[in-house]
């Protein structure tokens, strides 16, 4: 079962429980889904897949930090509901602990390395985080390890 059938048929069960965070989840990525394939030329993989549910949970996110600051938990709260629903699709995210203990194998593979590699160093992170941690988790503890 694709992602696309198993959002079509949780989303059926939502509606049927009434269950509103569930519903509003599930049809923001229906509608993201629906998005990717009309312009993707009908059909998307799997990875494509998981870096836009990510995109849809980092968008959420960075509208509960706006909306926090203007201390507007009102409009946070739903957002949050929705971060929670879209999660249950993604693979389990690693900790921070492990997130820095890889990043520092990886490092010590590369030998010799300064804060100016950050970049090189970033863009292998990432590729090799893929899916598994946020980067802009990685980006800040690659930050404190190069120092």
């Known amino acids: 079962m694709n992602l696309e059938e ?8 939502a509606m049927l429980a009434k269950d509103e965070p569930a519903v509003r989840g599930l049809r923001a990525i229906k509608q993201a889904i629906l998005l990717a394939k009309t ?6 993989h799997a990875d494509e897949e998981l870096k836009m549910l990510q995109k849809l949970v980092k968008q959420r996110k960075e509208s509960v930090d706006i909306y926090i600051q203007q201390n507007r938990e009102d409009l946070a709260a739903p ?6 629903v879209i999660e249950k699709y993604l693979p389990a995210q690693m900790s921070e602990d492990e997130v820095r203990l890889e990043l520092k194998n990886l490092i010590g593979s590369l030998g010799d390395v300064s804060a100016k590699d950050m970049g090189k160093i970033m863009g292998l992170a990432s590729k090799h985080f893929a899916g598994k941690a946020d980067n802009k988790l990685v980006s800040q503890i690659l930050r404190e390890i190069l120092k």
């Open 6 to 13: 198993k959002i079509n048929a949780d989303l059926k069960s």
């Open 39 to 44: 312009s993707g030329g009908g059909s998307i």
């Open 79 to 84: 957002e949050k509901e929705e971060i929670a």
